[in-house]
């Protein structure tokens, strides 16, 4: 009877062992599945922040780009407000433009156009024009400084002319589109950036200058909202 009991508690040690075995690989199954799952969630965690992070780099960055441009734009505004400061205590209308011309391309404006009242202008490159019309010199025969856009991407900049409390012309100030380009052109993401003037209605007026993007940010700029102030 002793003997006949030997292969039973054999043959129940090797079916426990057998399942602990088998429990173990579960488990370890399990833990490595665990251990799976844990780390794509995680580097999607990462990524996520990543990309919340570059997100808001970008923004900031393109923020500041914006401010920067805009206080050149304004900057033009306010150099044509010098000039009729100084146009006002100049006698004669050849030495005045005698005077616009000498500041023109010092400034930085392809040409400068002394109009009266009516919109009869004599540009410095001695042509004339009548800009009556634009929607730029009639807010500055009003009193106002004006934007219009013209032709080929050129923009014209207005300021009235005012003397002892009344407007007797008015001072525009043509920038072409190569002129506009130098004048928004960013050194943003180490010069991989473009910048554009569009209007209201989403029109774009001044376009980017050509440039190859072989950054990693095309994708990431591509994929962000940028922030944008389009002219008045």
């Known amino acids: 009877m002793g003997r006949q009991s030997m292969p039973v508690r054999h043959n129940s040690r090797n079916w426990l062992r057998r399942s602990l075995y088998g429990l173990l690989i579960v488990f370890l199954a399990v833990l490595i599945a665990a251990v799976c799952i844990f780390s794509v969630v995680n580097a999607n965690g990462l990524q996520t922040a990543v990309d919340r992070r570059t997100k808001a780099y970008v923004s900031d960055v393109t923020f500041q780009m914006a401010q920067n441009i805009d206080a050149q734009l304004a900057n033009v505004m306010q150099t044509l407000e010098m000039l009729t400061d100084s ?74 002319i005012v003397y002892e409390g009344s407007i007797f ?61 389009p002219l008045p």
Request: hydrophobic residues 40%; negative net charge.
């Open 87 to 160: 146009l006002v205590r100049i006698d004669g209308a050849e030495h005045r433009m005698d005077f616009l011309k000498q500041r023109a391309q010092m400034l930085g404006f392809t040409q400068l156009v002394l109009c009266d009242v009516e919109g009869e202008g004599i540009c410095t490159d001695a042509s004339t024009h009548n800009f009556s019309g634009l929607p730029g010199f009639e807010a500055s025969a009003a009193g106002e400084r004006g934007v219009s856009f013209l032709e080929n991407q050129r923009i014209l900049y207005t300021v009235p």
């Open 169 to 229: 012309g008015v001072l525009a100030g043509e920038r072409d589109k190569a002129n506009m380009q130098a004048l928004i052109a960013t050194d943003g993401f180490d010069g991989n950036s473009v910048s554009c003037i569009i209007d209201r209605d989403s029109n774009v007026v001044i376009s980017p200058t050509n440039l190859d993007f072989s950054s990693p940010w095309t994708t990431c700029l591509s994929q962000t909202r940028i922030r944008s102030w």
